[in-house]
T-cell receptor
Framework: DVKVTQSSRYLVKRTGEKVFLECVQD?????MFWYRQDPGLGLRLIYF???????EKGDIPEGYSVSREKKERFSLILESASTNQTSMYLC????????????????FGSGTRLTVV | AQKITQTQPGMFVQEKEAVTLDCTYD???????LFWYKQPSSGEMIFLIY??????QNATEGRYSLNFQKARKSANLVISASQLGDSAMYFC?????????????FGAGTILRVKS
C-alpha cells in the first residue's frame, strides 16, 4: 500500500559528491515537494513542482536542484554535497482542487537520512 | 515572522490521559488550512487531522480533535485517552490558500512521550 517511495532510507556521501535523491508516487498527484527536516527547525521546503518539467523554489533552495521529467517522479539533486546538507529529506505529494480526487492531506515518503562526511 | 509556532518542545503524558499540543499561526489570508502530522521514530509523516478556516465545527478524527480558535489564531491538537503508541513527534502545519504556488509551512514540532 506504499504511495510515496523514496529510493534510499539511509545514505552516506562524501563532501563534493553529486547526490541524487529519488521520489516516486503512484497516486497521480500533480504536486510534489522536497523538504528537509532538522531538529528544532521542523520541515523546510526546498523545492516543489506542480507539473511535469515545472519547478518552483521553496524557502531554502541554495545548493539544491530538482528534476521532474515524469509526473510520478521528482528528483532532488545536491550538486556538490557539503556537510551542512546532512539532514533528513522528505518527499511529499498532493492533489489539486478540481483535478481528480482531491484530499487536503499531503502524503509523505518515509524519508532519506543523508549524512555527508 | 514565524508562520507556525509550537511552544512545547517536549511533553509527557500518562497513559489513558488526555493531552493538548499547542499551535498558533500567523496569516492575513481568509482562506487557509491547518494540519497536524505525527512522526514516529521510524520517520514517516502520518496525516492526522485537517481544519479549514471556514469550517465552523472543530475537526475530529477518532481520538484526535482540533481545538480551533480563529480569533486567537490557535489550532491545538487534543489527543484523548493517550496510548503508548502515541509517543512521537507532532507537527502543526498551515497552507494559505489552494493555488498551485501555496506551500505547506510547518512548525518546529513537539515530542510527545506517553508514560505507562
Amino acid at each position: 500500500d506504499v504511495k510515496v517511495t523514496q529510493s534510499s532510507r539511509y545514505l552516506v556521501k562524501r563532501t563534493g559528491e553529486k547526490v541524487f535523491l529519488e521520489c516516486v508516487q503512484d497516486m497521480d498527484h500533480e504536486n510534489m515537494f522536497w523538504y528537509r527536516q532538522d531538529p528544532g527547525l521542523g520541515l523546510r521546503l526546498i523545492y516543489f513542482s506542480y507539473d511535469v518539467k515545472m519547478k518552483e523554489k521553496g524557502d531554502i533552495p541554495e545548493g539544491y536542484s530538482v528534476s521532474r521529467e515524469k509526473k510520478e517522479r521528482f528528483s532532488l539533486i545536491l550538486e556538490s554535497a557539503s556537510t551542512n546538507q546532512t539532514s533528513m529529506y522528505l518527499c511529499a505529494s498532493s492533489s489539486t482542487p478540481g483535478q481528480g480526487t482531491f484530499s487536503y492531506g499531503y502524503t509523505f515518503g518515509s524519508g532519506t537520512r543523508l549524512t555527508v562526511v | 515572522a514565524q508562520k507556525i509556532t509550537q511552544t512545547q518542545p517536549g511533553m509527557f503524558v500518562q497513559e489513558k490521559e488526555a493531552v493538548t499540543l499547542d499551535c498558533t499561526y500567523d496569516t492575513s489570508d481568509q482562506s487557509y488550512g491547518l494540519f497536524w502530522y505525527k512522526q514516529p521514530s521510524s520517520g514517516e509523516m502520518i496525516f492526522l487531522i485537517y481544519q479549514g478556516s471556514y469550517d465552523e465545527q472543530n475537526a475530529t478524527e477518532g481520538r484526535y480533535s482540533l481545538n480551533f480558535q480563529k480569533a486567537r489564531k490557535s489550532a491545538n491538537l487534543v489527543i484523548s485517552a493517550s496510548q503508548l503508541g502515541d509517543s512521537a513527534m507532532y507537527f502543526c502545519a498551515m497552507r494559505e490558500g489552494w493555488a498551485y504556488g501555496n506551500k505547506l509551512v510547518f512548525g518546529a514540532g513537539t515530542i510527545l512521550r506517553v508514560k505507562s
